[in-house]
Nanobody, 130 residues
């Protein structure tokens, strides 16, 4: 069983920064493509970023590109989302997700869809004030 535990959310002013962490247990973390999504009340879950098993390739939604950076430390079984220059529009619950298929072929388009992911974190709230 794979479990993903998120942390790092909070309340920040516009222009501020937060770093989210997602720690995984179970399975073999280094073989999983990981993704980040967010969801605001009344809205659909929205793709934020994805990262390959080794961390060599990354893909970002246009609305966060240049402001957010995802990375991973496979020795710590943890994936990160560094969020800079935060805007009120970034306010949402943020979720990490794992494609549990070992050594799955990375496809930026496919891994921008929630349906490809098998395990999800509990979510961490990010609120950006204006």
């Amino acid at each position: 069983q794979v479990q993903l535990i998120e942390s790092g959310g909070g309340l920040v002013q516009a222009g501020g920064s937060l770093r989210l962490s997602c720690a995984a247990s179970g399975g073999t973390f280094s073989t999983y493509v990981m993704g980040w999504f967010r969801q605001a009340p009344g809205k659909a879950r929205e793709f934020v970023a994805s990262i390959t098993q080794s961390g060599g390739n990354k893909y970002y939604a246009n609305v966060v590109k240049g402001r957010f950076t995802t990375s991973r430390d496979n020795a710590k079984n943890t994936v990160y989302l560094q969020m800079n220059s935060l805007k009120p529009e970034d306010t949402a619950a943020y979720y990490c997700a794992a494609d549990f298929r070992p050594l799955a072929s990375y496809d930026a388009s496919k891994h921008a869809s929630p349906s490809i992911y098998d395990y999800w974190g509990q979510g961490t709230q990010v609120t950006v004030s204006s």
